[in-house]
């Protein structure tokens, strides 16, 4: 699968799958910007990429702020006069209150990191798309929004407040060309969760390079008929 000059918007591009995922879409061929909030991130990304870091572009951007949201998009697309992809990847878990006991605090942050950047993003990336008519919008949810359990409300919820997102920007965007899908992971193999679980059998999870696979395929032309798909990636575990 190719993306060939294509312009490719990853937000949270920097952690441990968006460093796969913005390999791979390197890779393939797209010019990819990434947003970051961390300097030391963009570092640890460009350390893997080699000869392709010269088709990369960093943007500094808390995606949960409308007016750097904005300022980004618009910025990308003055670059490269279009955007083909974006790539929701921005997000984060915090977990373990009961509902009884959750404040408001982590409810927001929930919702802002892992629901309302995807709205901002996706709001102002959508003139383009619709202008070209053509765009592949791909948001990442989790297993946690349909098989949940006690303690993650507020993930949860987010997780699956990003579904419905999704099938309603597929509804509303088909007649430009433009498709809208998300997958649900199960675990993803990362450093971080590693040393969280570290009892936990590692071969079961998903890896960011197989997530990354299905992300590429869907950013593709071969996906072109594909639109409001939830895609469950679970791995074994």
């Given at each position: 699968m190719?993306?060939?000059?294509?312009?490719?918007?990853?937000?949270?591009?920097?952690?441990?799958?968006?460093?796969?995922?913005?390999?791979?879409?390197?890779?393939?061929?797209?010019?990819?910007?990434t947003?970051?909030?961390?300097?030391?991130?963009?570092?640890?990304?460009?350390?893997?990429?080699?000869?392709?870091?010269?088709?990369?572009?960093?943007?500094?951007?808390?995606?949960?702020?409308e007016?750097?949201?904005k300022?980004?998009v618009?910025?990308?697309?003055?670059?490269?006069?279009?955007?083909?992809v974006?790539?929701?990847?921005?997000?984060?878990?915090?977990?373990?209150?009961?509902?009884?006991?959750?404040?408001?605090k982590?409810?927001?942050?929930?919702?802002?990191?892992n629901?309302k950047?995807?709205?901002l993003?996706?709001?102002h990336?959508?003139?383009?798309?619709?202008?070209q008519?053509?765009?592949?919008?791909?948001?990442?949810?989790?297993?946690a929004?349909?098989?949940?359990?006690?303690g993650?409300?507020?993930?949860?919820?987010?997780?699956?407040?990003?579904?419905?997102?999704?099938?309603?920007?597929?509804?509303?965007t088909?007649?430009?060309?433009?498709?809208?899908?998300?997958?649900?992971?199960?675990?993803?193999?990362?450093?971080?969760?590693?040393?969280?679980?570290?009892?936990?059998?590692?071969?079961a999870?998903v890896?960011?390079?197989?997530?990354a696979?299905?992300?590429?395929?869907?950013?593709?032309?071969?996906?072109?008929e594909i639109?409001?798909?939830?895609?469950?990636?679970?791995?074994?575990?």
């Amino acid at each position: 699968m190719k993306l060939e000059n294509k312009v490719a918007l990853i937000t949270g591009g920097t952690g441990a799958l968006g460093r796969a995922v913005t390999k791979r879409f390197l890779e393939a061929g797209a010019h990819v910007t990434t947003t970051y909030t961390r300097e030391e991130g963009v570092a640890r990304l460009l350390a893997i990429l080699g000869e392709h870091q010269t088709r990369l572009t960093g943007l500094k951007t808390d995606v949960t702020k409308e007016e750097e949201v904005k300022q980004s998009v618009d910025s990308l697309a003055q670059k490269f006069g279009r955007i083909d992809v974006l790539v929701n990847l921005a997000g984060g878990y915090v977990g373990g209150a009961p509902i009884a006991e959750l404040d408001e605090k982590t409810w927001d942050f929930m919702m802002n990191l892992n629901l309302k950047s995807a709205f901002l993003c996706s709001k102002h990336v959508l003139p383009y798309m619709i202008a070209q008519k053509q765009g592949r919008i791909i948001n990442i949810s989790s297993r946690a929004a349909v098989r949940a359990f006690s303690g993650i409300a507020a993930y949860a919820a987010s997780k699956a407040g990003i579904i419905a997102f999704t099938k309603v920007l597929a509804a509303e965007t088909r007649e430009h060309g433009i498709t809208a899908n998300v997958i649900l992971p199960s675990i993803i193999d990362t450093e971080a969760n590693r040393a969280s679980m570290p009892k936990a059998n590692f071969d079961a999870w998903v890896k960011p390079e197989e997530l990354a696979n299905v992300i590429l395929f869907l950013a593709s032309d071969e996906a072109r008929e594909i639109s409001g798909a939830a895609i469950p990636v679970y791995g074994r575990a």
